[in-house]
Nanobody, 123 residues
Framework: QVQLVESGGGLVQAGGSLRLSCAASGRTSSNYATGWFRQAPGKEREFVAGITWSGDNTYYAASVKGRFTISRDNAKNTVYLEMKSLKAEDTAVYYC????????????????WGQGTQVTVSS
């Protein structure tokens, strides 16, 4: 079992930046890949960014590529999502997920989830 806790969300103006963190505990000795997803009110949960356990493979949704950066520090069991040039449409609850399959863009492929952190971008 892996427990995930997100933090770092908040209210920011359009054009601003935030850094989200996803701290893992429990069975962190396993090589889990991590993904960030988001869900806006009335919409389905969508993929944002993913990173393999080694950190050498990162991938993004087209809507955030060039603005968001995913990274990880395995010594701290933490994955980060650096978000820049935020837009109103980035407003959502952001979730991190973990899975042992490698690259995955579908939420159903993830086995463990955090509780989410709210990001609100005012225009």
């Amino acid at each position: 079992q892996v427990q995930l806790v997100e933090s770092g969300g908040g209210l920011v103006q359009a054009g601003g930046s935030l850094r989200l963190s996803c701290a893992a505990s429990g069975r962190t000795s396993s090589n889990y890949a991590t993904g960030w997803f988001r869900q806006a009110p009335g919409k389905e949960r969508e993929f944002v960014a993913g990173i393999t356990w080694s950190g050498d493979n990162t991938y993004y949704a087209a809507s955030v590529k060039g603005r968001f950066t995913i990274s990880r520090d395995n010594a701290k069991n933490t994955v980060y999502l650096e978000m820049k040039s935020l837009k109103a449409e980035d407003t959502a609850v952001y979730y991190c997920g973990a899975q042992a399959r490698g690259r995955a863009r579908t939420w159903a492929d993830y086995d463990y989830w955090g509780q989410g952190t709210q990001v609100t971008v005012s225009s």
